[in-house]
């Protein structure tokens, strides 16, 4: 397989300085692909405050997603794509996210011959049943569907969303898993005086939640699990990090609990380990990077049987697992969880354990892995 660095070009509807798992998996992933000598060029919607970069980019027209007003999705750009490609062709075109301006860039490198591959990112057909909106779940699983399945490959980051996406009719799949930074995300992060700007001892509980605050979260679930583990241990806090639509009726109506906002590098890993307990209700992930995140800063974490927990927590091994959306049986472990703190540091000191191999160099070496095997089934090994 021929090992010439490759010209990557990268759709992304998101990116850092942008707060959230897309864009952090992309962002890291296009800084090691540029370290290993390839050249990534990005095109994706120009944001609110976007300033030159000095990357190797294009931005293109994009329009606010609804109650997502930091966010944007890109308009298609199927002329745009064409000039450009034309005069400065890539070997491969990667498309990380499945909006209009996705679907153009597959489009046009279809037009030019450009092999393309896809990322499998956000369960959105899961999302409609959370919004009033169940009826879209099969039209939007039948878009993703064809969207991917005109690829070389879809990449996925687990075996678990492999097997349910195959099932579906996904074709082509491949796994490529997600990464921890585990010097950023550490335990020896934690701080005393964090943790008593939240009116919490070296003895109280601290409980996180960490992600977008939205309905697809399943944030009443959080709330119904702390307050059983509130009855046991009166003093427990419960820590909120992160923003979206549904922040601010939970400021409202819980003004007794610690809301942090959106934290970032640093500043997220120690309020991270500064907490003993992760809570983690969600039954809509792809794979759930803060779950990671939460066990590489030592926390007990709590999650459904699933995702990045499926693949990476041993029930009672280095954290407790809850049957796929069983309520009952996710709050039965939050009870657990305040009654025996001391084995959830225990669980705790192990998840940082499990972490420690799981750095994004390999993660970024298997992408590149399957990547070349795509350019060689087109008949495209060299570039062109």
């Excluded at 009719?169 to 997600?178: D, I, K, M, P, S």
């Amino acid at each position: 397989m021929d090992n010439r660095p490759l010209h990557l070009a990268l759709i992304t509807e998101t990116f850092p300085p942008e707060v959230n798992g897309v864009a952090m998996t992309v962002g890291r992933m296009a800084h090691g692909l540029a370290a290993r000598g390839h050249r990534v060029a990005l095109v994706r919607p120009r944001q609110h405050h976007h300033e030159a970069s000095g990357r190797d980019e294009l931005l293109v027209s994009g329009l606010r997603v609804p109650r997502y007003p930091d966010l944007k999705f890109g308009l298609p750009a199927t002329g745009q794509l064409l000039r450009r490609w034309r005069t400065d062709r890539p070997d491969l075109v990667v498309a990380v996210t499945e909006g209009p301006l996705g679907w153009s860039a597959l489009r046009a490198a279809r037009k030019l011959g450009i092999p393309a591959i896809s990322e499998f990112h956000t369960n959105f057909h899961s999302y409609s049943a959370h919004y009033g909106m169940a009826w879209l779940e099969r039209p939007v699983r039948g878009y993703l569907r064809r969207f991917h399945n005109r690829n070389l490959a879809t990449l996925v980051p687990s075996e678990d969303v492999r097997k349910r996406l195959a099932e579906q009719g996904f074709c082509n799949l491949e796994v490529v898993a997600r990464g921890v930074d585990t010097q950023l995300f550490d335990p020896s992060r934690r701080s005393a005086d964090l943790r008593s700007k939240w009116g919490a001892g070296e003895q109280t509980q601290v409980v996180a939640y960490v992600g977008r605050m939205a309905a697809e979260k399943n944030l009443p679930l959080v709330l119904a699990a702390f307050r059983q583990m509130q009855a046991i241990r009166p003093d427990s806090k419960l820590l909120w990090v992160g923003d979206g639509p549904e922040r601010a009726a939970l400021q409202a109506n819980h003004p007794e609990q610690c809301f942090a906002g959106m934290q970032r590098g640093v500043a997220l890993a120690d309020h991270y380990a500064s907490a003993d307990v992760f809570l983690f209700g969600s039954t809509t992930e792809t794979y759930g990077n803060v779950t990671l995140e939460a066990m590489a800063s030592g926390l007990g974490v709590i999650s459904y049987d699933y995702a990045a927990a499926r693949t990476h927590v041993r029930h009672h091994e280095n954290g407790l697992l809850a049957r796929f959306d069983d309520d009952a049986d996710f709050v039965d472990q939050a009870r657990y969880a305040a009654s025996y703190p001391s084995v959830m540091r225990a669980l705790g000191q192990a998840a940082r354990q499990t972490t420690l191999p799981l750095g994004w160099e390999a993660i970024v070496h298997r992408f590149e892995d399957v990547a070349r095997a795509a350019l060689a089934r087109a008949g495209a090994g060299a570039p062109s």
